[in-house]
């Protein structure tokens, strides 16, 4: 199949922008609980509709007596947290537009967007992101205004617009138009300079409207349960940010955590207690490889290794009976189920909150038997595709309906197209507008609304779209072999050991691949096996380990040719970190400055 379609489950909206959803809600319902907000104490407080109406309010007419006008760009760099959300809406309801920042950003990053997109002001969140700032605002002449989130830059803002009407806010929220510049997202990037994505109201508005209505089991509250989620994903980021929106306009009950480290997210998943999460498949990684290793830990591992069969066989069962294609999980099968439903589900489903019966992942690929164990365990993952420069997903797989290894069927109002060259084009109201201050580049991706994504992908016959690489990714080996390197690095990272690998071999005689480790699972092993904990100069040493890397790399072999198997590899001593510059803020390899960061190791393995 070439091109799939999926109508919308809706009208694209015609007047307004993404605020005035804030004060709809606030007058329909004014005590609705809207947010859940951590306090410094460690409590949770709601906040209600009418609530955060005030807020948003309060926040808008001191941005305008701080000098924000319509059309105003205004950057905001900081960890996930209710204060930017708050500054979003409040930005929106002046027709102003946030530029997210990542906080990670170095201070030459921080310049080439603010000064790219004019900021005229910058939201920051802590002093070290000030210094940050305060060390290029020589070079930002437009930039007037900086408030510091820890300094009480809410308050204060607040408190420089008491005086003025509120009038004045609402005249410039009439003002803005589903055609008004909503954001200016910048991309991670894996190569080359972050480009702006120009991202309209109508977009954002477009694009969760539609994810809401078609993922309705999702989004939807039942008169028992309202649906409620905690967003820990980057906002920076365009998931988290179509995330936030999604929730506002769906009267979702939206709560914040800054970071997504077990230690930190999981008292919070269980405090808070949403009914549904989205995350990278990572996220799903970790909770399934720290389950099986407190299994393990309680001399368990063998019931939980059959416990998974089960919920995998479970789930395919379920899903060929979708398809027309199975009678569905066999009477011996569901009495397995419902025995390891206690044992062994139910506690998956405890370490995030209780109440989680759906996840949607996306930003990169996640193993086909990871989502069917989910499935299985009771909670069903949507995974899905998009970009930046689609506003977040083009694709998810629909209740009832998914199929696990793929990345769905097109949201509704979106086709998808495949190209001669298997490329994957999309339309649909999502598409942005452009790159920021570079035609070039917006005429090499879109033609007549069409968005050449640059990524190579399949259509099978119920339209479901399986990515298979990136167009620039694809290493061609000095004999002109071609190879995608994504399947091998997925293959080799489903050795619970192996935390990260990138293969090699771009004009090289073969293919090679470096490797870094999981440190909580390879202490785990090395405890199993009463060897005491390594350094990590020794553990790339170790000859044990070493073996297991290598059973995790014959694995991949088995998926490709000889031609394009890993014949060597490397263990680093440490792994690929964001803070280092190697992975984007959504957990891509940047692949290019790895391989400079590594050249002696590349080389190594080609001497």
């Known amino acids: 199949m070439r091109e799939f379609t999926v109508p919308p489950v809706e009208a694209a909206p015609q007047v307004g922008g993404l605020a005035d959803a804030v004060f709809e809600h606030a007058l329909a319902d004014p005590g609705r609980i809207a947010f859940g907000r951590k306090g410094p104490d460690g409590k949770w407080r709601d906040v209600t509709a009418a609530g955060f109406r005030d807020e948003v309010l309060g926040l808008a007419k001191g941005l305008v007596a701080e000098g924000v006008r319509f059309g105003d760009r205004v950057a905001i760099m900081a960890r996930t947290r209710y204060e930017w959300t708050l500054f979003d809406f409040a930005l929106w309801t002046l027709g102003a537009q946030p530029v997210p920042v990542y906080p990670t950003s170095s201070a030459e990053q921080v310049l080439w967007m603010l000064h790219d997109a004019e900021v005229t002001a910058c939201v920051v969140e802590h002093e070290d992101h000030a210094m940050t700032v305060g060390s290029v605002v020589d070079r930002l002449p437009r930039l007037r205004r900086l408030w510091q989130l820890d300094a009480g830059a809410v308050a204060e803002v607040t408190a420089a617009g008491a005086g003025i009407d509120e009038e004045v806010v609402h005249r410039h929220r009439r003002a803005v138009t589903p055609e008004?510049?909503?954001?200016?997202?910048?991309?991670?990037?894996?190569?080359?300079?972050?480009?702006?994505?120009?991202?309209?109201?109508?977009?954002?508005?477009?694009?969760?409207?539609?994810?809401?209505?078609?993922?309705?089991?999702?989004?939807?509250?039942?008169?028992?349960?309202?649906?409620?989620?905690?967003?820990?994903?980057?906002?920076?980021?365009?998931?988290?940010?179509?995330v936030q929106v999604a929730a506002v306009r769906g009267?979702?009950?939206?709560?914040?955590?800054?970071?997504?480290?077990?230690?930190?997210?999981?008292?919070?998943?269980?405090?808070?207690?949403?009914?549904?999460?989205?995350?990278?498949?990572?996220?799903?990684?970790?909770?399934?490889?720290?389950?099986?290793?407190?299994?393990?830990?309680?001399?368990?591992?063998?019931?939980?290794?059959?416990?998974?069969?089960?919920?995998?066989?479970?789930?395919?069962?379920?899903?060929?009976?979708?398809?027309?294609?199975?009678?569905?999980?066999?009477?011996?099968?569901?009495?397995?189920?419902?025995?390891?439903?206690?044992?062994?589900?139910?506690?998956?489903?405890?370490?995030?909150?209780?109440?989680?019966?759906?996840?949607?992942?996306?930003?990169s690929a996640m193993d086909r038997r990871l989502g069917l164990f989910f499935a299985g365990a009771g909670i069903s993952v949507f995974e899905g595709y998009g970009l930046t420069e689609s506003s977040a997903a083009a694709t998810a797989n629909p209740p009832g309906r998914a199929k696990y290894g793929t990345v769905g069927q097109p949201v509704p109002g979106t086709t998808v197209h495949i190209a001669?060259?298997?490329?994957?084009?999309?339309?649909?109201?999502?598409?942005?507008?452009?790159?920021?201050?570079?035609?070039?580049?917006?005429?090499?991706?879109?033609?007549?609304?069409?968005?050449?994504?640059g990524d190579l992908g399949s259509l099978d016959e119920d339209g479901y779209l399986t990515i298979t690489g990136r167009k620039k990714e694809i290493l061609v080996t000095s004999s002109g072999k071609s190879v995608v390197p994504g399947v091998l690095e997925d293959r080799v990272r489903e050795h619970p050991l192996i935390a990260q690998c990138i293969v090699v071999g771009n004009d090289r005689p073969y293919v090679a691949a470096l490797v870094t480790l999981d440190r909580e699972a390879v202490e785990h092993w090395l405890a199993v096996q009463g060897r005491a904990p390594l350094a990590p100069a020794d553990l790339v040493r170790d000859p044990a380990l070493e073996t297991e890397v290598r059973r995790g790399v014959v694995a991949a072999n088995t998926l490709v040719s000889q031609a394009e198997s890993i014949r060597t590899f490397r263990i680093l001593a440490h792994p690929f970190s964001e803070e280092h510059g190697l992975l984007t803020p959504s957990l891509k390899l940047k692949r290019k400055a790895i391989e400079r960061a590594y050249a002696a190791e590349v080389a190594a393995l080609y001497g």
């Open 251 to 363: 009267g979702v009950k939206l709560g914040h955590q800054p970071v997504m480290a077990a230690a930190g997210l999981l008292p919070d998943l269980a405090a808070f207690r949403p009914t549904f999460v989205l995350a990278v498949p990572y996220v799903f990684e970790k909770i399934f490889r720290a389950a099986r290793r407190a299994a393990e830990s309680e001399g368990r591992a063998g019931p939980f290794d059959k416990a998974v069969e089960v919920a995998v066989a479970y789930a395919e069962a379920l899903e060929q009976r979708a398809f027309g294609r199975g009678p569905g999980p066999s009477a011996a099968l569901r009495v397995q189920h419902r025995f390891f439903d206690k044992a062994v589900y139910g506690k998956i489903r405890a370490s995030l909150g209780g109440r989680v019966r759906h996840a949607m992942s996306g930003g």
């Open 420 to 453: 001669e060259d298997g490329e994957v084009w999309l339309h649909g109201g999502q598409v942005f507008s452009g790159y920021l201050n570079d035609p070039a580049a917006t005429a090499a991706v879109l033609s007549d609304g069409w968005l050449a994504t």
């Open 180 to 242: 008004t510049v909503a954001t200016v997202v910048y991309t991670s990037g894996t190569t080359g300079r972050p480009k702006g994505c120009v991202i309209t109201h109508a977009n954002l508005m477009f694009e969760t409207d539609m994810v809401r209505g078609r993922w309705e089991p999702v989004f939807g509250s039942r008169p028992e349960e309202r649906a409620s989620t905690l967003l820990f994903l980057p906002l920076a980021h365009v998931f988290g940010r179509m």
